[in-house]
């Protein structure tokens, strides 16, 4: 069973469209995160939640929209997308903010 | 701010050499240390962590690794690599922020092993 699970894997699009990433986690946790891994492998977080309320956002550009419909799932939402935005963002998850986080397998996005 | 440096951008070793990848935090408070592995087109796993207690901690796969407070270091070790050790690590420091914890990842070192 896969324990944190992002959709889609690989996802290619035009400058200026809208996308979403989405994230589901089977693991009961109750806090979330999204990170961007850039082309240098560099990973630097972008977003938490912790029982659907934001507890961290890493001056990430407005466009950048995360959404927590309940405890299992964070999508994140891009508007207008930039090249700079191509990367690979990872999904985690954890049982509350200071335990050990669980990452999902990626989702490799590339802008035209 | 809290900062992670890794030394090593790039690693190349043979099979059964020893490993030794150097990771340094900055922040003097009271910290938890990760060591994670990605491995060619997967995602990020956990090798090891240290939160408290022994200062050596062992990993999964013969990896271990020394917190040393003195030092700000927790260096990653493994006495015989294998071809399929390649891969890249990355060290992570939790850093309390706004009454929360976030996981500070370095700029991660990248090792190739031959056979």
């Known amino acids: 069973d896969t324990a944190v699970s992002q959709t889609p894997k690989y996802l290619v699009t035009q400058m200026g469209n809208d996308k979403s990433i989405k994230c589901e986690q089977n693991?009961?946790?109750?806090?979330m995160y999204w990170y961007k891994q850039d082309s240098k492998k560099f990973l630097k977080i972008m977003f938490s939640y912790n029982n659907k309320e934001l507890i961290i956002n890493e001056t990430v550009p407005n466009r950048f929209s995360p959404k927590s419909p309940d405890k299992a799932h964070l999508n994140l939402h891009i508007n207008s997308l930039e090249l700079g935005d191509s990367a690979v963002y990872f999904c985690?998850?954890?049982?509350?903010?200071?335990?050990?986080?669980?990452f999902g397998p990626g989702t490799r996005l590339t802008v035209l | 701010a809290q900062s992670v440096s890794q030394h090593n951008h790039h690693v190349i070793l043979s099979e059964a050499a020893s490993l030794e990848l150097g990771c340094n935090y900055s922040?003097?408070?009271?910290?938890?240390l990760f060591w994670y592995v990605q491995y060619p087109g997967q995602h990020l796993q956990l090798l090891l962590k240290?939160?408290?207690?022994?200062?050596l901690v062992k990993g999964i796969k013969g990896f271990e690794a020394e917190f040393i407070k003195s030092k700000f270091s927790f260096n990653l070790r493994k006495p015989s690599v294998q071809w399929s050790d390649t891969a890249e690590y990355f060290c992570a420091v939790t850093s309390f922020s706004g009454g929360y914890n976030k996981l500070i990842f370095g700029a991660g070192t990248r090792l190739a092993v031959h056979p």
């Open positions: 922040y003097g408070g009271t910290v938890n």
């Open positions: 240290y939160f408290s207690g022994d200062p």
């Open positions: 985690a998850s954890s049982q509350d903010p200071v335990s050990q986080q669980f």
């Open positions: 693991l009961g946790h109750d806090t």
